[in-house]
């Protein structure tokens, strides 16, 4: 493959829903562009796209992939996007890297929630986007519903017909091109406008032609003076209303039977903005710089993927915001501080590593072997200090304790799980030291297990459970206790008295520790080790084992003896009258509770009600915009726990949530009495 200047690449981001058929569509696009020399199928696991293992076994994208095409002098850069929303960093990472964002919406299904939600990703980013109403094939697409649902869902945007599709005798075999005036069957069929087409097919290019007028201040002005715009003059008001997020093409296709897709792939050579048509901000040692895709600017590339293959190594996709790169140089990674060695530079089309020796201002590539570089980071030269801020991720919503299955996994574990998050922004892991569990938390099932098989791959076993809640403890009532240490052993012996009182404090206090000992019943040089006895017993519990917060404990008073008080003596006093203390004052367990916002179609929203009620939820509100029911709530986390899994199957994965911690309150008292008795139970296992 050659290599291309700026104004002859296009980037352009594949995304939509699970199953709206992106995969099949960019297979057709290589197809046609010659790059293969058949067409793969998902479901037999031979595309281009789903190369790894577990997309071939799940039959689902599972990340993105790049696919480059070359068509009359350009080169598009597809990114073959995941549509399953475990996987939605993937899917914000690539609409970083890309200046045009292809909606891939499904003819039979119509706009579903990951639809949306992708959107509001290119939105969010400032993304050009454009509508691939795909698989007009099945029998049931329905593309007037679609158009209905997109006007509905998206009302502040002006979508506009760029084709008319073909259906004879019930079945779907092309489009009308409005531009051309010409019926597009299959791939270099061209015929003339069916007549029972024609009036529709006239309607539609004067509203285009309106629109494109509407979309630039001087093309309106001549189109109210002229009454009408060359050919020329509509494709700058298309592309202006693209640019301003105001005008959004809409075309049709069907991918697996390669139809529409020649026309798909001729409007893009026309419409997709080229590179430098984007502009970055990066925070450089002057303040804020805003980056062009120029060669001749600094260099600047953006790390939107990386990935971790045992035979392979790292591979690290980025694209060059700014300037240009060679082949065997060296280059500074500013995020991370450190310089790092570029080999060979590859154009990637899905496993396949196509070297090439440079890569200018706006192209995407990728390489081998870096030792630093995560998703993310921002590399260039050394002498010129240049960062782009990452976008910003959802938090993760569904977790798994992780343990290494054998001792030889255990001393990889930790810098395994660091290599895979850092891999994927929407996954991560922690100690949670309430608990003392490793805890791997991404979007969904799917997206952690994939990581654990990932990490499998990686030579690393993990077993996987539920993890335990985060319960703490805590008190109602002030209360007050005393307790003596003595110990005589023949030797030096050991005595400490300490009298204490416990006094509950506000919810997110924490621990408070006070002295008010006075006569020097207690010498204050003993005061810090009750202090630290009390902290030992902080973490342990008292009723149940898990944290003790929001207690302030004050040592009033207590006894020494001149020969046998000492540290340690003073420690287990402070430990074991801070355990009676506790509890006689009123202790509670206190749980997590969680915001959580659902949104389904609104025939779903009974059903999320009805299923958030019955997991002890306080229905805080619900709001229905464009069709889709947002439910929010506060609930306890323990009862969120696999929550995915169930909205997933009662919405038939039309609905996505978002979880975030709120506050700890008071556990009702039977599930107190039951997690206690649990506590028990494990302690003595």
């Known amino acids: 493959m050659k290599v291309y200047g700026t104004n002859s690449l296009r980037n352009i981001a594949l995304v939509s829903h699970q199953g709206a058929g992106k995969t099949s569509l960019a297979e057709a696009l290589l197809f046609n562009s010659g790059a293969i020399n058949r067409m793969g199928d998902v479901q037999q696991g031979s595309t281009v796209s789903d190369y790894d293992d577990e997309e071939i076994r799940r039959g689902i994208s599972l990340s993105t992939t790049l696919i480059p095409i070359e068509v009359d002098g350009l080169k598009l850069n597809f990114l073959d996007t995941p549509g399953y929303t475990d996987f939605q960093g993937e899917v914000k990472n690539a609409l970083m890297a890309v200046d045009l964002a292809v909606i891939v919406v499904d003819a039979s299904a119509g706009v579903e929630v990951g639809t949306e939600l992708y959107w509001s990703f290119a939105q969010e980013l400032n993304v050009p986007r454009m509508v691939v109403i795909n698989k007009m094939d099945r029998e049931m697409a329905q593309p007037n519903a679609v158009l209905d649902s997109l006007h509905t869902l998206f009302d502040d945007t002006r979508f506009v017909n760029m084709q008319l599709p073909v259906v004879e005798q019930g079945a779907f075999v092309g489009v009308v091109d409005l531009m051309s005036g010409k019926a597009l069957r299959g791939p270099g069929e061209t015929g003339d406008i069916p007549a029972d087409l024609a009036e529709a097919a006239e309607a539609e290019k004067l509203a285009l032609m309106e629109n494109a007028a509407e979309a630039d201040d001087e093309l309106l002005e001549k189109y109210f003076d002229a009454g009408e715009l060359t050919e020329d003059e509509i494709w700058q008001g298309i592309r202006t209303g693209m640019l301003s997020g105001e005008l959004v093409p809409i075309v ?15 409007l893009l050579a026309k419409v997709a903005p080229s590179p430098e048509k984007r502009t970055f901000v990066g925070t450089g040692a002057q303040g804020e710089e805003t980056l062009h895709a120029d060669d001749a600017g600094p260099l600047a590339l953006y790390v939107f993927k990386t990935t971790a293959d045992p035979f ?23 995020t991370r501080s450190e310089e790092e060695r570029f080999g060979s530079l590859y154009v990637m089309r899905g496993k396949e590593q196509i070297t090439v020796d440079a890569l200018h201002a706006g192209d995407i590539g990728a390489v081998a072997k870096l030792n630093v570089s995560v998703t993310g ?40 799980l660091t290599r895979l998050c850092e891999e994927d922004p929407t996954l991560s892991w922690r100690q949670d030291p309430a608990t003392k569990e490793a805890v791997l938390e991404g979007m969904g099932d799917t997206h952690v297990d994939v ?60 621990f408070e520790f006070d002295n008010e ?73 206190l749980e997590p509770i969680v915001t959580v916002r659902v949104t389904v ?66 556990v009702p008292a039977h599930i107190a009495d039951a997690i206690i008795a649990q506590a028990k139970k494990d302690e003595e296992e």
Do not use: W
């Open 451 to 510: 990581a654990v098989k990932r990490a499998a791959h990686l030579g690393v076993n993990l077993e996987t459970k539920i993890p335990k809640v985060p319960y703490r403890e805590t008190i109602t009532k002030t209360n007050s206790a005393q307790y003596r240490h003595k110990k005589q052993t023949g030797g030096a012996g050991q005595f400490a008295e300490v009298h204490l009182r416990v006094e509950p404090l506000e919810r997110g206090a924490g």
């Open 312 to 334: 392979v190594g790292r591979l690290t996709y980025f694209r060059v915001v700014s300037g240009s790169l060679q082949a065997d140089s060296r280059y500074y990674n500013h």
């Open 377 to 416: 980071d921002t590399i260039g030269d050394k002498g010129h200090r240049i960062e782009i801020a990452p976008p910003s991720f959802p938090r993760p919503v569904y977790g798994v304790a992780v343990s290494p299955a054998t001792q030889a996994d255990s001393a990889k574990m930790g810098p395994t």
């Open 601 to 666: 179609p609104e025939s779903n929203m009974g059903d999320v009600i009805g299923d958030l009620t019955s997991r002890r939820a306080q229905v805080q509100g619900t709001e229905s915009i464009g069709g889709k029911a947002i439910v929010t709530a506060t609930v306890p986390f323990a009862e969120m726990q696999r929550y995915s899994n169930d909205l997933r199957s009662f919405t038939q994965g039309r609905g996505v949530y978002t979880l975030d911690f709120s506050h700890y309150q008071a």
């Open 517 to 589: 000992v006075f006569g020097g019943s207690i010498s204050n040089s003993f005061i810090p080790s009750i202090e630290k006895g009390i902290k030992s017993t902080l973490e342990t519990g008292v009723i149940s084992g898990y944290p003790v917060v929001d207690v302030k404990a004050v040592v009033y008073d207590g006894k020494e003896h001149p020969v046998d008080s000492k540290d340690i003596a003073f420690q287990i006093a402070g430990r074991e009258v801070f355990k009676l203390a506790v509890a006689g004052a009123g202790p509670v367990i």
């Open 252 to 266: 049709y296709a069907a991918g697996t039977a390669n139809l529409g897709t020649q026309a798909l792939v001729a």
